[in-house]
C-alpha cells in the first residue's frame, strides 16, 4: 500500500544517503560485534531492540494498532529481510571477511531481477539484463577465487559464501513483497514490526543453534557493545527504516542500487580498520560483479505485452 502523500525529494534523497553510506559501515561493525558475541543472537537483540523503540514511537504519536493481516505480513517480511538477509550476513562474517561479504551481496539485484520476472509479475528481463546476471555470478565465483571452489577449505570459506547469497536471494523476495503486501499506514509501524518479528526470529534460530552456550557476559569486549549501540541506532533504526520506507515509495528496483556503494565503504573500512586482504580476484570480481549491476538496474524489464512467447 502507497502512502497518500508523496514524499519530498529532498526526504527521498537523504534516506538512500542512509542506505548508500551507513550500511556500507555496518559490514565492519558486524565484525565488531560477533569477536564476543554470537552472531545469530546479536543481531536478533539488535532488531528486536531497534524494532521496539521504532514501534512504541509510532504508538506514542498515535499511529492506529495494526491489524492482524498486517501483523502476518511483517511477519513474513521479517523472516525474509531480518533473518535470512541480516542474520545470513552476520552469520557468513564469522566465516569470511567482512568486504568479501558485501561484495556478495552485490548479488541482490541480480535476483530482484530474476525473481521480479518469476514471482512478481515485473516482466521478463532484456538480453542485456540477462548478460548482467550471467556477469555477476561470474564475479561471485572469481570473487571466491577458482582454487578455493575446488579446494573447499582453502581461502575463502565456502558455507560462508552460501549462506549470504542465500540470504540475499531471501532479502530480494522479502523487498519484492513489500511492495505488494497489505501493511500499516504509518510507515514507522511498518518498520517497527518488520523489525521486531525478525528480531524474535533471529533470538529462537540462535537459541535452537546453541548459541546461548557461548554466550560469556564477562568476556564481551567495549568494541562489541559500542559496535552493538552503532547497529541499533544507525544500521537498524535509521538505515533499515530508510531502506523500508523507500521500498514503499519508489520502485524496489532502484532501492537496490544501494549494492553499488556499500561494497566501496565496507572494503575500505575492512582494509583500514581489520586489515582485510585485497587481493587480484577481489579486484576483478568487483569489476565483474559493478559491470553486471550497471547492466541489469539501467534496463527495464520488458511489459508482458512486449515479452516473446
Known sequence: MQPSQKPSRISIILAFAAVYIIWGSTYLGIKYAIQTIPPLLMSGVRYFIAGLIVYLIAISTGAPAPKKIHWRNTFIIG????????????????????????????????????????????????????????????????????????????????????????????????????SKAKLPENHLTTIGMQMLCGGFLLTVAGLVKGEYQQVHYESISSHSILAMIYLITFGSI????????????????????????????????????????????????????????ILITSQKPLAREEAPE
Not at 240 to 262: D, K
Not at 265 to 272: H, P, S
Open 79 to 178: 523472516a525474509l529481510l531480518v533473518l535470512m538477509g541480516n542474520g545470513g550476513v552476520a552469520l557468513a562474517e564469522s566465516l569470511i571477511p567482512s568486504g568479501i561479504a558485501s561484495l556478495i551481496v552485490c548479488s541482490v539485484p541480480m535476483w530482484f531481477a530474476l525473481f521480479g520476472w518469476l514471482f512478481f509479475n515485473k516482466g521478463k528481463p532484456r538480453a542485456l539484463t540477462i548478460a548482467g546476471i550471467i556477469l555477476g555470478f561470474i564475479g561471485i565465483i572469481i570473487l571466491v577465487g577458482p582454487k578455493n571452489i575446488f579446494h573447499i577449505g582453502q581461502g575463502i570459506n565456502l558455507s560462508g559464501v552460501m549462506i549470504i547469497i542465500t540470504g540475499s536471494m531471501g532479502w530480494s523476495i522479502g523487498s519484492l513483497y513489500v
Open 238 to 293: 535509521i538505515a533499515f527504516s530508510a531502506y523500508s520506507w523507500l521500498l514503499r515509495v519508489v520502485s524496489p528496483a532502484l532501492v537496490s542500487t544501494y549494492a553499488y556503494v556499500n561494497p566501496v565503504i565496507a572494503i575500505f573500512l575492512g582494509w583500514l580498520f581489520l586489515h582485510e586482504t585485497i587481493d587480484k580476484y577481489t579486484v576483478i570480481g568487483s569489476v565483474f560483479i559493478v559491470f553486471a549491476l
